[in-house]
């Protein structure tokens, strides 16, 4: 029996440093808010000039790259693994941000959102699966939404440094001080992760059993528990030589089915307006006759009950069920709509419309960051089996960054022609994705990664397990009691 606080601190280290993705990416994300009014200064003035156009065309660029950086990151992170493959990314993270920092015209500045969102959508799909491959069983969920954590965190930061940096600084040119600080994550990340070991399920899928087996050795405590994590390891990759590729993966009802899930948890995670509040938090406040200096401190508001959240997060996801979670998250999130789209019809005008309306939509950032977001990151690291898991991952992050760009595209356009009824119409969208959760979403706590692949492949299979599914719904809605005694994950 070797000591537990060693194994623990190489795992909290190499969440630590896996992380540093998620901070990037985080901060990449929310710091597009307090450059942008800069950057619509004109050239001589030190900003580039942005029209609206061309301010959609630079905000959006880097949700295609991400869209794109997602898909095909998660093939590589099969072929080189998951460690080598983000080490590329920190690398393509520090080129994005130096590029949108030094860029000097619009053309550049676009082509260098785009390079960053490539970093930032593999790093999406690529940390999450990290983390779960590495994390004991016992920890996996909380572990896994430090994921989480460290976006909201990287927003926050971001919020924060360009409120300050805006009122403290005197240059106009400090949006590209703003934008360089990404690279500072970037650096911390690819040097962090020479000094973490790569994920022993990827080096076992590739017939590397001794390096697995060095691996688990380091992050488990004891060697009963590495014995037994490698067997069920070297069990799966022996009913999976067989089944090589992605597209003949997909072969496979079951595979197909589970594909089709986390590509609607993309949609159901977007669908929120999570991003819609995070970008668009300034436009919705100045509707209601709020000043713009106002609306910058309000939006870190945001970025705090977003931190807040998430912590709370981390307490809830390993003492209640997934399915449960995410379904009580929506419903919150389908109330704020109402109330949000009620204070703008009703109270137009009045003084304490802003006030109302900031209340509904932190209501709303509370249950997407505490029972929604984490629970979609967390999902997309356990669903998919092990052969595919880095392609099926990205194609499921990929639709996720195209709902990203959706929703990002639609909001202000419907802001602008229908007004509160845009929240009323997010509310239906919320009440939909309620009832795909519910008829679709298994149960996913209490496994460990190789049970529930078998476990998913019954539930997901025609014949009998049609009637396993049925089954399976009808025991986790009536039985909380088996639920909750199940062990913690």
């Known amino acids: 029996m070797r000591e537990r606080s060693e194994a623990d601190r190489l795992i909290t280290k190499i969440v630590v440093v896996a992380t540093m993705g998620a901070l990037a990416f985080g901060y990449d994300t929310g710091v597009i808010a307090g450059a942008l009014p800069f950057m619509q200064h004109p050239i001589s003035e030190g900003g580039l000039g942005l029209t609206p156009l061309t301010e959609g065309l630079v905000t959006s660029s880097l949700v295609i790259g991400a869209a794109l950086g997602s898909l095909l990151c998660g093939n590589l992170a099969d072929r080189f693994g998951r460690r080598d493959s983000l080490m590329g990314l920190s690398v393509v993270f520090m080129i994005g941000a130096i590029g949108t920092g030094l860029a000097p015209s ?75 600080i990404a690279a500072v994550p970037a650096v911390l990340l690819g040097v962090g992760l020479i000094f973490v070991p790569r994920s022993p399920r990827w080096l076992a899928s590739h017939g590397r059993i001794d390096e697995a087996e060095e691996v688990l050795t380091l992050i488990r405590s004891s060697d009963k528990q590495v014995r037994k994590e490698l067997t069920a390891i070297g069990m799966q990759v022996d009913q999976e030589t067989e089944q090589v590729g992605w597209r003949q993966a997909l072969s496979e009802v079951w595979m197909r089915r589970l594909l089709m899930l986390g590509i609607s948890l993309g949609f159901v995670a977007q669908f929120t307006g999570v991003n819609a509040f995070m970008y668009f938090t300034p436009i919705i406040l100045r509707e209601t006759g709020l000043g713009m200096q106002a609306t910058l401190i309000a939006t870190i508001g945001n970025g705090l009950v977003a931190v807040g959240a998430t912590f709370a997060a981390l307490w809830m996801i390993g003492r209640f069920p997934r399915r449960l979670t995410l379904m009580c998250g929506l419903a919150g999130v389908v109330f704020a709509h109402l109330g949000l789209g009620a204070t703008l019809l009703f109270l137009h005008g009045s003084p304490i419309e802003s006030f109302v309306a900031l209340g509904f939509i932190l209501f709303a950032l509370l249950f997407i960051q505490m029972m929604v977001s984490p629970l979609y990151w967390l999902l997309m690291s356990e669903l998919f089996p092990m052969r595919v898991r880095g392609a099926l991952t990205g194609l499921s992050v990929s639709a996720q960054w195209l709902f990203n760009a959706t929703v990002a595209f639609l909001f202000p356009v419907l802001l602008h022609a229908i007004g509160p009824g845009t929240f009323f119409a997010f509310a239906v969208i919320n009440a939909i994705s309620l009832a795909i959760v519910a008829r679709f979403l298994p149960e996913t706590k209490g496994r460990t990664l190789e049970q529930l692949e078998t476990y998913l492949k019954k539930y997901f299979s025609d014949g009998d397990g049609a009637s396993d599914r049925k089954e399976a719904l ?16």
């Open 474 to 489: 009808l025991n986790i809605a009536g039985d909380k009691k088996a639920m909750l005694a199940h062990k913690v994950v």
């Open 106 to 180: 619009i053309a550049v500045m676009t082509v260098m959102r785009f390079v960053l969102g490539f970093a930032v959508g593999g790093a999406s799909a690529l940390v999450p699966m990290f983390i779960s491959e590495m994390a004991p069983p016992g920890r996996r969920g909380r572990l896994v939404s430090q994921n989480e954590m460290m976006i909201v965190t990287g927003q926050l930061v971001a919020y924060v440094l360009s409120a300050v940096l805006a009122r403290f600084s005197g240059s106009p040119e400090i949006w590209r001080t703003m934008l360089m």
